[in-house]
């Protein structure tokens, strides 16, 4: 097996998860994006609790979250409290000293899925108040074609925190990362991926797997972006409907981050010159955001209860599956990237 050689001036050290550097006591400006984030989650938590509770605070009348029975949002609501409740324990993981003690694996899992669900949130909601403060906003007949299901004021109240957690992790994670794992993005990518098979006519896997990615985001990209600008195929009539700014940004922010994901995946595979860091946080940041997005989308579809005449579409289906392929493969590339680095 070939293997990239990766210039550095440290000497080899022991693999991956042993290299336990000296935990130091987190900086004033650590400690502040740790208090930061821990109250950023206060309002999302509070709200799930109340409904979890039995309060209808912020839920309009005849919204489906108000349907007896419905177990899945329940469900639902019960897991987002979690998730978001763990990011206390993630501030903590990447603040304190035995935090450096945590297994790799553990510790990346939850802080990939926060970087995947809230980067587009971070893309997408100041996009919808500029568009809304230039008077691009939704007008009175997408507003109307709406199916009731939370008050505006609460994702004014919300999103903003999720704004704040997610620039607090980020402050967070990346000197932590630095710390621990440094030694795997110092120097330049390394040379291009040599190619496979016989005589050298084949493509070497990675490429490949690079390449699907690309084939893939192109095609769900410029679906989003499709309907970013108003395109109707694919969409049930209350989709088309209820078209508007709003909706228009998040689709165009899932195109981004498909476009993203694939671009990361390629420079990785590519090689060169180009310092390792930032093609990694490229390839993390599209993969992560389009394959927790298409997950959860995904989730909320198949179990989800839509309304009389609404269905979900197989384009639907088809793109969120889609965001899922492009997020797996390009995760794929970094991880052999990351191999080769290792046993370089």
């Known amino acids: 097996?070939?293997?990239?050689?990766?210039?550095?001036?440290?000497?080899?050290?022991?693999?991956f998860d042993e290299a336990r550097p000296p935990a130091t006591r987190p900086?004033?400006?650590?400690?502040?994006?740790?208090?930061?984030?821990?109250?950023a989650t206060v309002p999302y938590l509070t709200l799930k609790t109340a409904w979890l509770a039995g309060s209808h605070i912020g839920i309009p009348d005849g919204s489906v979250l108000l349907e007896p029975g419905?177990?899945?949002?329940?469900?639902?609501?019960?897991?987002?409290?979690?998730?978001?409740?763990?990011?206390?324990?993630?501030?903590?993981?990447?603040?304190?000293?035995?935090?450096?003690?945590?297994?790799?694996?553990?510790?990346?899992?939850?802080?990939?899925?926060?970087?995947g669900l809230l980067t587009p949130i971070v893309l997408g909601f100041p996009g919808q108040l500029l568009l809304r403060a230039m008077g691009l906003g939704p007008d009175e007949a997408?507003?109307?074609?709406?199916?009731?299901?939370?008050?505006?004021?609460?994702?004014?109240?919300?999103?903003?925190?999720?704004?704040?957690?997610?620039?607090?992790?980020?402050?967070l994670f990346v000197p932590y990362a630095r710390e621990r794992w440094g030694r795997r993005w110092q120097g330049v990518l390394g040379p291009r991926v040599p190619p496979g098979g016989a005589r050298g006519k084949l493509p070497s896997p990675t490429g490949v797997v690079?390449?699907?990615?690309?084939?893939?985001?192109?095609?769900?990209?410029?679906?989003?972006?499709?309907?970013?600008?108003?395109g109707t195929a694919g969409h049930?009539?209350?989709?088309?409907?209820q078209y508007s700014s709003d909706t228009a940004m998040v689709s165009a922010v899932h195109a981004i981050c498909a476009l993203t994901a694939a671009a990361g995946a390629l420079l990785l595979a590519k090689g060169g010159d180009r310092q390792a860091w930032w093609p990694l946080a490229v390839a993390w940041t599209g993969s992560a955001a389009t394959s927790c997005w298409g997950m959860w989308m995904m989730v909320a579809v198949v179990?989800?209860?839509?309304?009389?005449?609404?269905?979900?579409?197989?384009?639907?289906?088809?793109?969120?599956?889609?965001?899922?392929?492009?997020?797996?493969?390009?995760?794929?590339?970094?991880?052999r990237f990351l191999a080769t680095r290792r046993a370089a």
Request: overall charge positive; glycine content about 10%; cysteine-free.
């Open 70 to 115: 419905s177990v899945f949002f329940t469900a639902l609501n019960g897991l987002s409290l979690l998730m978001d409740s763990s990011v206390v324990l993630l501030v903590l993981v990447l603040t304190r000293p035995w935090g450096m003690r945590v297994p790799s694996w553990l510790l990346l899992l939850p802080v990939f899925i926060a970087t």
């Open 142 to 171: 997408a507003r109307a074609a709406e199916a009731p299901f939370l008050e505006p004021w609460v994702f004014n109240l919300v999103y903003p925190g999720f704004i704040i957690q997610a620039v607090a992790l980020a402050g």
């Open 1 to 15: 097996m070939t293997t990239r050689a990766v210039p550095t001036k440290r000497p080899q050290g022991p693999p």
């Open 27 to 39: 900086g004033a400006g650590r400690r502040f994006l740790r208090a930061a984030a821990i109250a």
């Open 236 to 241: 049930d009539p209350a989709q088309i409907a």
């Open 303 to 335: 179990g989800g209860d839509p309304g009389p005449g609404e269905r979900t579409t197989a384009a639907t289906y088809l793109i969120y599956a889609g965001q899922m392929i492009i997020g797996l493969l390009a995760v794929t590339v970094m991880a």
């Open 210 to 230: 690079a390449g699907a990615a690309a084939a893939v985001a192109a095609v769900v990209a410029a679906t989003h972006l499709y309907w970013a600008f108003g």
